[in-house]
């Protein structure tokens, strides 16, 4: 595996259940961050880690739980969501966080009823 | 305060046409610039980047862009469109240690 992956590509989800989107990069960066991307809105930074640490939660609802056990994987937790956070969760890394480039795995297609 | 403004969330050109899309920013430090392209269903890619040097940056498939710091614009170009390139394109800058995205402007290409 190359690049940035995400799992699961797509997932349909009830309010009352419990989920994890995964992603892990195979490129040895030390900076991750979660995207949402919704439909007729920009993209929203949501959470950044800098070697595992969690640097920014950009006003995250708590039922958005991130874990980043290491350099190379970075979880999203999902616990309770609203059909209005369906959208498409981008995850992305970068040599050092700030300015460096960032690389984009393809996203988890996620749907909430 | 940074930002980056994409002007025309849709634009459409015929195969063959000159493709611009258009980036203004601002910013109260040389940032780093960049374009990102997302095809349906898929993650951003990078397309091109500019950080120090030479203005005019070639990118993949074609694309090329112009830092123009005087207008505060990154605006990209093609000088002929393919189908291939309908896409929606994503405006980037990076400074002070954080990035921020344009809003996004979706390419048609008609045949």
């Known amino acids: 595996e190359t690049g940035v992956t995400q799992t699961p590509r797509h997932l349909v989800m009830g309010m009352t259940n419990k989920k994890s989107l995964k992603c892990e990069q195979h490129?040895?960066?030390?900076?991750m961050y979660w995207y949402k991307q919704s439909a007729k809105k920009p993209l929203e930074l949501m959470f950044v880690?800098?070697?595992?640490?969690?640097?920014e939660n950009n006003s995250v609802p708590s039922r958005f739980s991130p874990e980043c056990p290491n350099s190379s994987h970075l979880f999203l937790h999902l616990h309770t969501l609203q059909p209005e956070d369906s959208a498409l969760y981008l995850c992305?890394?970068?040599?050092?966080?700030?300015?460096?480039?960032?690389?984009f795995g393809p996203g988890t297609r996620l749907t909430v009823l | 305060a940074q930002s980056v403004t994409q002007l025309g969330s849709h634009v459409s050109v015929s195969e063959g046409a000159l493709v611009l899309l258009r980036c203004n920013y601002s910013?109260?430090?040389?940032?780093?610039l960049f374009w990102y392209v997302q095809y349906p269903n898929q993650g951003l890619q990078l397309l091109l980047k500019?950080?120090?040097?030479?203005?005019l940056v070639k990118g993949i498939n074609g694309f090329e862009a112009e830092f123009k710091k005087s207008e505060t614009s990154f605006h990209l170009t093609k000088p002929s469109a393919h189908m291939s390139d309908a896409a929606e394109y994503f405006c980037?800058?990076?400074?002070?240690?954080?990035?921020?995205f344009g809003s996004g402007t979706k390419l048609n290409v008609k045949p």
């Open positions: 992305a890394s970068s040599q050092e966080k700030g300015v460096d480039t960032q690389y």
């Open positions: 490129l040895g960066h030390n900076a």
């Open positions: 880690y800098n070697f595992k640490e969690q640097t």
């Open positions: 980037a800058v990076g400074n002070f240690n954080k990035f921020y």
């Open positions: 910013s109260s430090v040389p940032p780093y």
């Open positions: 500019y950080t120090t040097g030479a203005t």
